[in-house]
């Protein structure tokens, strides 16, 4: 064992899910090294544990492994359970940790960002719950990464190419199969019948954006539930995505929407993003928003073996749509709205009041495991498919028809300046006391505010979590900072407007949402502020 003198960086703060940098800042030497040592360090009963350790396979994801893996020996930890090759999804590590009882869990992807040497990378972790680690733990991390001054490290590499036991000094490297727990877990909550024979006269396509659902999407829609090699699209991962940017998002998975909203599209398409936990749902000619999915899957979920019984209650992050409340309310199970953030989530998932959970971005998940999870949202779309009969367009306009329909939609102003974006926040947040009773483009605002929530099971607060406009006509838009880019500042406004269950459900999207929008940038000079003249990114 060897100790090493550092000196501490003054930027390792996790953002909303974990820290993540370009791949330049974490190939710094002892860049990487300080930051999981001052995990081990406040993480204590990681001495003696077993850690959970895998990523998305992104450039660097080898090398950061072999790191942590000496690291994990000198500090103690008595097994590393390590996926071949150093793949594991998020959902997987979820899984993985309660499946074997793990103290924690490291995994290594910046997630939808893009990877390579001029990408980013990331490290997270999570806690014995399969979650993402709380604002406590994180906060512990950044505060210890600022003191630091050395780091512990042994000699030796496992290789991760074979699976089985091997050992570095007293620790046991457990190499396992990054499939088969997660593939078994799938398999006994949904009936793979139905699933197999509804594909039987059916088609998909499943776009793993070269990232690491590839061989999940092999093993569970392929060998497991028989569709063709042909519904399978970029399966293989590779380091930079095959240069691409694995956000599944109509932008970045436009191969994908073009063959579903081209000539002979399949009857049901989808796909994932870096690290497995997003997906995306899409029907012939038609996209499911992320916000209706977790509406329809709450609304569905009684038609899938595990949730046969009902569910105990829907959460979704505050700028998500309030499609899923509408749900909630209908089958009188309570609806939470929690901050942008899974973490969010686990509290109430332990605490056994919700049952599904979703975000606007592209993640939803249930209690089976304790992180967003890609691949699960899919197999519920294909199993409510298999159960009721019915194609994706018909169940999406069936939902409108019963609960109403949520208009949605996110505009990105990505990598921005840092400076003006804080100015735009600024500018809204001190106007929101004089809103409520406001009229413009014949709209009244009900209601404005900056979003605290109050978790109801620890009781803890998080503040600024984003600022909302509200309307009497049911509309609403939220602008908030994202926690999640890697340069500049990223500004998400997410504009909502609301058509009852007897209203016009066929309107284009945008321009349904052209008044509140409007609005939004009167309010905030917010094009003017940022010199742009469109959002980057329109989901
Ligand atoms: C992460 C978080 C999500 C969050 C998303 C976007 O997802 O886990 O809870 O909704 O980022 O966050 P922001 O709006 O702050 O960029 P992922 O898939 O990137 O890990």
């Known amino acids: 064992m060897q100790t090493i003198t550092t000196t501490p960086f003054t930027d390792q703060k996790p953002g909303t899910s974990g820290l993540r940098k370009r791949t330049v800042v974490f190939a710094q030497e002892h860049y990487l090294e300080n930051f999981v040592q001052s995990l081990f360090d406040v993480v204590g009963e990681l001495r003696g544990g077993t850690l959970v350790l895998g990523g998305d396979g992104r450039f660097h994801n080898d090398v950061a492994i072999a790191t942590i893996i000496r690291m994990a020996a000198a500090n103690g930890v008595a097994r590393v359970l390590v996926g071949q090759h150093g793949i594991l999804s998020t959902p997987a590590v979820s899984h993985l940790i309660r499946h074997h009882g793990a103290t924690g869990g490291i995994v290594l992807s910046a997630s939808h960002n893009p990877g390579g040497p001029e990408g980013d990378f990331g490290i997270k972790y999570n806690v014995g719950n399969g979650g993402p680690a709380p604002t406590s733990v994180t906060d512990a991390i950044f505060e210890r990464s600022k003191v630091i001054d050395s780091y512990k490290t042994a000699e030796g590499d496992v290789p991760l190419t074979e699976l089985g036991e091997q050992s570095v000094g007293d620790m046991m490297v457990c190499v396992i199969d990054p499939v088969a727990d997660y593939a078994a877990l799938m398999e006994s909550l949904f009936d793979f019948d139905a699933i197999r024979n509804w594909l039987g006269t059916h088609a998909m396509v499943f776009d793993a954006m070269h990232a690491v659902t590839g061989p999940y999407a092999r093993e569970i829609f392929g060998r497991r539930l028989g569709a063709g090699e ?247 838009f939220v602008m908030r900072l994202s926690g999640t880019g890697t340069s500049g500042a990223t500004l998400r406004l997410y504009l909502e407007a609301y058509e009852p269950a007897d209203g016009d459900h066929a309107q284009d999207v945008q321009a349904r949402l052209s008044r509140i929008a409007a609005i939004a940038d009167e309010l905030t000079a917010l094009r003017k502020t940022v010199f742009r003249d469109a959002p980057s990114v329109v989901s």
């Not at 569910?311 to 909630?328: E, L, N």
């Not at 990105?412 to 100015?423: H, L, M, P, T």
């Open 230 to 476: 042909g519904a399978l699209m970029n399966c293989d991962p590779s380091p930079d995505f095959g240069g691409g940017h694995p956000d599944p998002n109509p932008v970045y998975a436009s191969a994908l929407f073009d063959r579903m909203f081209g000539e002979d599209a399949p009857d049901f398409g989808a796909a994932s993003d870096g690290d497995g936990d997003r997906n995306i749902v899409l029907g012939r000619g038609v996209y499911v928003s992320p916000s209706d999915s977790l509406a329809v899957i709450a609304a569905n979920a009684h038609l899938v073996p595990a949730y046969r019984d009902g569910i105990a209650g829907v959460a979704r992050s505050m700028p998500t749509s309030r499609a899923a409340d509408v749900v909630a309310a209908a089958l009188g199970v309570p609806a939470f709205e929690t901050p942008t953030g899974w973490k969010y989530f686990g509290n109430l998932l332990d605490a056994g009041r919700i049952t599904v959970c979703g975000e606007e971005s592209a993640g939803t998940s249930s209690d089976h495991v304790r992180e967003k999870d890609g691949l699960w949202a899919i197999l519920m779309w294909l199993n409510i498919l298999a159960a009721r009969g019915l194609t994706v367009t018909e169940v999406l306009h069936d939902h409108w028809a019963t609960y109403g329909r949520h208009y949605y939609s996110r505009h990105d102003y990505e990598e921005v300046d840092a400076n003006a974006a804080r100015s735009v926040m600024a500018t809204l947040e001190g106007q929101l006391a004089d809103l409520p009773g406001r009229e413009s483009h014949g709209e009244r605002i009900s209601a404005a505010d900056s979003f605290t929530y109050h978790d109801p099971v620890d009781g803890s607060v998080a503040q600024n979590q984003g600022l909302r406009v509200m309307f009497d006509s049911g509309a609403r």
